[in-house]
């Protein structure tokens, strides 16, 4: 049964997700698509499950908190938190309605039931015969954008991460379950997510370094 969970913020704003809406899953979290327009849910994880302890939870809170307020130019493509959730490991953040993670253009999401669902190219009709599952490969690269929007997306992220990275700001978690995209045909934006643990803050001076670093094993 697809179990449908309340949420709420700091400020006392009620969300609604639904256990198998699962927009993106890594290492250190998921994210969910809220009933609320335009809104995601993050939870974090540790070892795959949410944590529990009341003190790395304080102390997860403590260090979004710090970081909403950070000055990320608004021409970097970026979803930031805007609030913690309450008793929780997690925060509330924007991300417009119809994007996905770039992970649904790799060939590991085309799952047995997908498959049986997927339309076979005409021109792939023999090989279908022979090589099922190569055939089905195919027409899913094809379907979702071929190798025109693969390399697009990639040029636009490359973008986001030049503008990063002329402001003195390293994002070094590239993973495809951090970059979303709009289901454009050629994707007009790109956005990654995670920032408020996965960043280096560089200050106006070369000499004074603040890291802003992984959760689990960071440091500066």
Do not use: C
Request: aromatic share 10%; proline share 4%; net charge positive.
């Amino acid at each position: 049964m697809n179990k449908t969970i309340k949420k709420i913020d700091e400020f006392n704003n009620i969300y609604y997700i639904k256990e198998d809406n699962e927009l993106g899953r890594g290492g250190q979290g998921v994210v969910y698509k809220s009933q609320s327009a335009d809104t995601v849910i993050k939870i974090a994880l540790d070892n795959e499950k949410p944590i529990k302890d009341k003190i790395r939870i304080e102390a997860f809170h403590k260090k979004i908190k710090k970081l909403i307020y950070k000055p990320i130019p608004n021409d970097i493509n970026i979803a930031k938190p805007l609030a913690v959730l309450k008793n929780e490991a997690g925060y509330v953040m924007n991300l417009l309605d119809g994007m996905y993670p770039f992970a649904k253009l790799l060939a590991q999401e085309l799952s047995k039931e997908k498959a049986e669902k997927l339309s076979i190219e005409l021109f792939l009709k023999d090989m279908y015969r022979k090589n099922e599952r190569g055939s089905q490969f195919i027409s899913y690269y094809r379907q979702t954008g071929g190798l025109r929007k693969r390399l697009y997306s990639l040029s636009r992220l490359a973008i986001v991460l030049y503008r990063l990275h002329s402001r003195g700001i390293v994002y070094f978690d590239i993973s495809h379950n951090n970059i979303f995209m709009n289901s454009d045909s050629i994707p007009s934006n790109i956005i990654l997510i995670d920032w408020p643990v996965i960043i280096w803050i560089l200050d106006s001076s070369p000499l004074n370094l603040t890291g802003i670093l992984h959760l689990n094993f960071g440091s500066t």
